[in-house]
């Protein structure tokens, strides 16, 4: 089974920066993509950004401008730069990867436990 460690979460005031990072470990054949998804309080998870394993990325259209999603293959690690943070960025962000794994060659998806990410005003 593949592990996600997530890292970089904290508290950080309005305009503020944060960067995040999601390190998988484990038995895997290979990574494919790779997302970040948050959610606040009382609300549904949603799609922050995902990157496929050849780097095309994709962004919920409402963050696109602040947040930048990258991944470095030989540490098979995602990152998530997040620019301008608002207090409305509050919330726990997960890491996910669809692992294809070693003996079955069948994709799976793997989680972190998240990490929280609060902004003040």
């Known amino acids: 089974q593949v592990q996600l460690v997530e890292s970089g979460g904290g508290l950080v005031q309005a305009g503020g920066s944060l960067r995040l990072s999601c390190a998988a470990s484990?038995?895997?054949?290979?990574?494919?993509?790779m997302a970040w998804y948050r959610q606040a309080p009382g609300k549904q998870r949603e799609l922050v950004a995902a990157i496929t394993s050849g780097g095309s990325t994709d962004y919920a259209s409402s963050l696109k401008d602040r947040f930048t999603i990258s991944r470095d293959n030989t540490k098979n690690t995602v990152y998530l730069q997040m620019n301008s943070l608002k207090p409305e960025d509050t919330a726990v962000y997960f890491c996910?990867?669809?692992?294809?794994?070693?003996?079955?060659?069948?994709?799976?998806?793997?989680w972190g436990q998240g990490t929280q990410v609060t902004v003040s005003s």
């Open positions: 996910t990867a669809k692992i294809l794994a070693v003996i079955t060659r069948r994709l799976y998806d793997s």
């Open positions: 484990g038995s895997m054949f290979s990574i494919q993509t």
